[in-house]
């Protein structure tokens, strides 16, 4: 089982508090750490909305703003992660920062979940497979938009001379990580079979990014139902501004949940998985672990039925546009609607309009449309 410390944004920038969350991982017996690498543009509109802070109301993308930290920055965090004995992984949000990562040679690219429909990114990131591992999750995701992303990101074949040799503990090209996008995740809708369901379905190891707030019951169950992977929020407190602190463990959480992992594989090894979950009715209710195992059908978790398609990626337009103007690709944004916006049609069909004459004005920051095109 590898165990990934997701530290994400929660440095908000800071050095010091990066080496920080990098040494409150390692010291909590996890075996990488993985970071976000934002460029706001590359993520959301200008006109998406607010987030409300205590400091009062933020446009959500001024607060992706305050995010941004230099290539230096995540080439730092990556030597020291590295000096600690970690692995670094880390997640990009488009083509820049991804070509950014990928020239620090990290260990693992991490595609969060609103980004599994983000089709330019993913065959970007296709350039990369099994030159470096790629880590994906299944959030906001239902299983036709997993078979897309999955065919893409194998859709480049390599002979072995292409294919850097590089040890590593993260060995498989591909792995799936079952998801909940929610903040928090209800434990009771995880739904740990899938785990099972979606390995079967594409013959790659998986595991679970968790964002439920208990540190033993997901992980436990997640390594009961045979995940190879865990990732789980970190922070050094819930009560500071991380966008995830307040759904990220402690790091005396996150040790306790790497202590029951590891202690639920040496009992799977040597009386099998059967103990693991006689072990936990003794703290939990034998229907609650029922209900959170479910019936491993790969579909959206009632807590984020709403956010699919504002959650994940859709096509916006950059700039207000004229009847008769030519869009260029330079005009659309492959973004997240989320707050305000009406969500456009899929990333998939970028290429599709690009070139194409519009039959009516557009406002900056709406969601691209068909009818646009049509008289």
């Given at each position: 089982m590898t165990i990934i410390a997701e530290i994400?944004?929660?440095?908000?920038?800071?050095?010091?508090?990066?080496?920080?969350?990098?040494?409150?991982?390692?010291?909590?017996?996890?075996?990488?750490?993985?970071?976000?690498?934002?460029?706001?543009?590359?993520?959301?509109?200008?006109?998406?909305?607010?987030?409300?802070?205590p400091t009062g109301n933020i446009r959500l993308y001024d607060r992706f703003k305050e995010l941004e930290c230099s290539s230096d920055f995540y080439k730092k965090c990556l030597e020291y992660s590295h000096s600690k004995g970690l692995l670094f992984a880390c997640s990009p949000f488009g083509l820049r920062s991804l070509k950014e990562l990928a020239e620090?040679?990290?260990?693992?690219?991490?595609?969060?979940?609103?980004?599994?429909n983000h089709i330019p990114l993913l065959k970007a990131c296709a350039e990369y497979y099994k030159e470096i591992p790629i880590i994906i999750s299944s959030g906001v995701s239902k299983l036709a938009d997993l078979e897309k992303a999955i065919s893409i990101l194998c859709s480049r074949n390599q002979s072995s001379a292409e294919i850097k040799k590089q040890e590593s503990a993260i060995k498989e090209p591909l792995t799936l990580l079952h998801c909940i996008t929610s903040y928090p995740a209800p434990e009771e809708e995880y739904n740990i079979r899938c785990i099972k369901t979606l390995s079967e379905i594409f013959g790659i190891p998986t595991g679970i990014s968790d964002h439920s707030l208990d540190p033993v019951l997901v992980p436990v169950l997640t390594t009961a139902m045979g995940g190879t992977m865990i990732e789980k929020h970190i922070t050094l407190s819930k009560e500071t501004d991380g966008l995830d602190d307040p759904v990220a463990l402690t790091p005396e959480q996150f040790y306790l949940m790497v202590h029951a992992v590891r202690q639920s594989e040496a009992a799977i090894a040597r009386y099998g998985a059967g103990e693991v979950f006689r072990q936990l009715e003794y703290e939990f209710e034998s229907e609650k672990i029922k209900t959170i195992l479910g019936d491993g059908i790969k579909k959206l978790a009632p807590a984020e039925e709403a956010n699919y398609g504002r959650t994940n990626r859709s096509l916006h337009y950059l700039r207000a546009m004229k009847k008769g103007e030519k869009v260029s690709e330079k005009d659309i944004g492959v973004l997240r609607t989320e707050k305000l916006l009406t969500p456009g049609i899929s990333p998939e069909f970028l290429e599709t309009i690009t070139g194409k004459t519009l039959t009516a004005d557009v406002e900056n920051g709406e969601g691209v449309k068909f009818e646009d095109f049509m008289n």
């Open positions: 994400g944004t929660s440095h908000g920038g800071n050095l010091e508090k990066a080496y920080k969350l990098i040494d409150a991982a390692k010291d909590s017996g996890a075996d990488c750490v993985k970071f976000q690498w934002v460029y706001a543009d590359e993520i959301l509109h200008e006109n998406t909305g607010y987030v409300k802070l620090l040679n990290p260990d693992a690219i991490k595609i969060a979940s609103p980004e599994v």
